[in-house]
């Protein structure tokens, strides 16, 4: 379901963040097969995803530019429709601010609401990035954000950065074998 951004107008204030109307509509959507505590839960991890990697995120994409709140609306509902890769955004996002009123690193958000689909849907992520640095910076994210929303059933591997690709998640289902046979989770 899309969310016009004229839905809810202004920013919400939760956990030392503010977040655009629309985009805490998404987000409470998304979660909403669940208690309003996994909203809550969402939020506060991001809180702590955001003091803990936006310094490091801001000085690794320092020339990159600022998104919009309704930019980044969109790309978030379009994750949700795509059914193997998930663009990781760069740069700072304008629908989600700091305690300081700073557009946070939009990658956070991203990886944070990736970690959460992927959770859903039995996903193993598969992460690449053109950029040595970032790809390390990626992968300790993840595993922050899973610990944080006690996802330990997603797995995430990181590749070998890639020339010309921007930060992707991969998805694909996670398998077993039984008796012999491999079997698919959807």
């Not at 969402?42 to 919009?68: C, K």
Request: aromatic content about 6%; hydrophobic content about 40%; charged content about 20%.
């Amino acid at each position: 379901m899309n969310i016009s951004p004229q839905s809810t107008q202004g920013y919400q204030h939760r956990d030392e963040l503010f977040i655009d109307g629309s985009l805490l509509v998404f987000v409470e959507q998304q979660l909403s097969s669940h208690e309003g505590e996994a909203v809550d839960d969402f939020l506060e991890a991001l809180a702590i995803l955001v003091d803990e990697f936006g310094p490091r995120y801001r000085r690794l994409n320092q020339n990159s530019q600022e998104m919009s709140c309704d930019e980044h609306l969109s790309r978030c509902q379009q994750s949700l429709t795509m059914s193997t890769a998930i663009n990781i955004s760069r740069g700072s996002s304008k629908a989600v601010l700091d305690q300081h009123s700073c557009a946070i690193p939009s990658c956070i958000f991203d990886a944070l609401l990736t970690a959460m689909i992927a959770h859903q849907r039995g996903w193993v992520l598969s992460l690449s990035t053109s950029k040595p640095l970032e790809a390390v910076l990626m992968e300790a994210l993840f595993k922050r954000a899973q610990q944080l929303m006690n996802l330990s059933d997603v797995q995430v591997e990181v590749l070998p950065p890639l020339d010309n690709v921007a930060c992707i998640a991969q998805a694909r289902q996670q398998a077993t074998f039984s008796e012999g046979s491999l079997v698919s989770h959807a």
